[in-house]
């Protein structure tokens, strides 16, 4: 019984070993830019080319610092420009 235990404990260490050196040498995924407007449908896509030629979606980074923070805090993973789309 001693034998099985050691053995399911090599198991569980070697398991854990693997999974930390892919976790080392994993590439990072980059996220989409939630500010960019090529994933927009094609039609909105034009309706901003033809009426709002001027227009870009406000980014986080333009934001006023406080701002950005209630921005974050309420959409986290949205775009304030994208939401605030002048129609």
């Known amino acids: 019984m001693h034998s099985s235990m050691l053995s399911k404990a090599s198991i569980s260490v070697a398991t854990i070993t693997i999974l930390m050196i892919a976790l080392v040498f994993a590439t990072?995924?980059?996220?989409?830019?939630?500010?960019?407007?090529?994933?927009?449908?094609?039609?909105?896509?034009?309706?901003?080319?033809?009426?709002y030629a001027d227009w870009q979606p406000e980014r986080l980074e333009n934001l006023y610092e406080d701002d950005r923070g209630f921005w974050l805090k309420a959409h986290?993973?949205?775009?304030?420009?994208?939401?605030?789309w002048p129609l």
């Open 28 to 51: 990072p995924v980059e996220a989409a830019d939630p500010s960019d407007t090529s994933v927009l449908p094609q039609e909105v896509q034009t309706n901003l080319q033809k009426n």
């Open 76 to 84: 986290p993973n949205d775009c304030p420009g994208i939401a605030n």
